[in-house]
Nanobody
Framework: QAHLVESGGGLVQAGGSLRLSCKAQ???????????MAWYRQAPGKERELVAT???????DYTESVKGRFTMSRDNASKTVYLQMNNLKPEDTAVYYC????????WGQGTQVTVSS
């Protein structure tokens, strides 16, 4: 079964940038390439929320609060999705996870993003 490994989080000041990566291990190409992949985040005491999605054709969509600041991309050859986060705000502080948008795999450990004001 697929194993999702997120990385790239850290502590950054407001206005800074981070680039998150998520590698889908043990996922065959014919499963990954057409999959709509997504980034989610979960802040302390809150529900997990959808942040961004990318289709197999690389069409992207974003939750309103991150539009114009976050960019999601994918590299099918390495079965990796990315989230470039610019102009970070304290309210972006959360654990970030990636997964398939539907028929989700077991969740990875996530990567912590902390934005200080």
């Amino acid at each position: 079964q697929a194993h999702l490994v997120e990385s790239g989080g850290g502590l950054v000041q407001a206005g800074g940038s981070l680039r998150l990566s998520c590698k889908a291990q043990r996922m065959i190409t014919s499963t990954f390439n057409p999959a709509i992949m997504a980034w989610y985040r979960q802040a302390p005491g809150k529900e997990r929320e959808l942040v961004a999605t990318i289709t197999g054709g690389r069409d992207t969509d974003y939750t309103e609060s991150v539009k114009g600041r976050f960019t999601m991309s994918r590299d099918n050859a390495s079965k990796t999705v990315y989230l470039q986060m610019n102009n970070l705000k304290p309210e972006d502080t959360a654990v970030y996870y990636c997964n398939r948008h539907t028929q989700q795999f077991p969740w990875g450990q996530g990567t912590q993003v902390t934005v200080s004001s």
